[in-house]
């Protein structure tokens, strides 16, 4: 691994750190970081807003010179989510009635002045490629 690589990813779990602090301010439940799904899906964070599942997606970028960091939550990557999240409800044994698909975006750096958060609740939906396993 590159030290390139290794501050992007310094940088991406900070990103989830403060994403977590965030929503656990919200009263949000945090259920798991980082959850493998799979052999090649991850899940940032799983949480509980109220009676409801929420998949986050955390996009954590030092400026916004070139887009607000959404912009990366395209098509194909809202697909991944879809294909992580159903693989994750048919794990459970008791799969929630309610979920949905949240962007948390983190603007800033670690040791600098505070982060800018923006929470996008039910950012997408499911991808309807996928069907809810109930």
Do not use: N
């Not at 940088?11 to 799979?38: D, P, Q």
């Not at 994750?88 to 982060?115: C, I, T």
């Not at 958060?117 to 950012?123: G, K, N, S, T, Y």
Request: net charge positive.
């Amino acid at each position: 691994m590159t030290a390139r690589a290794a501050a992007h990813l310094q940088t991406g779990r900070w990103g989830e750190r403060e994403a977590e602090r965030f929503l656990r301010g919200l009263r949000y439940r945090i259920l798991g970081r980082r959850v493998k799904v799979g052999a090649r899906d991850e899940l940032d964070l799983v949480a509980r807003d109220g009676d409801t599942l929420v998949f986050v997606e955390v996009k954590t970028r030092a400026r916004e010179d070139f887009g607000r960091p959404i912009a990366a939550v395209d098509r194909r990557k809202r697909h991944i989510l879809s294909r992580a999240a159903v693989r994750y409800l048919k794990s459970l044994k008791r799969p929630p009635r309610y979920f949905r698909f949240d962007v948390v975006e983190v603007v800033g750096a670690r040791g600098e002045a505070a982060p800018r958060v923006r929470h996008i609740p039910d950012a997408f939906t499911l991808d309807p490629r996928y069907v809810v396993p109930y």
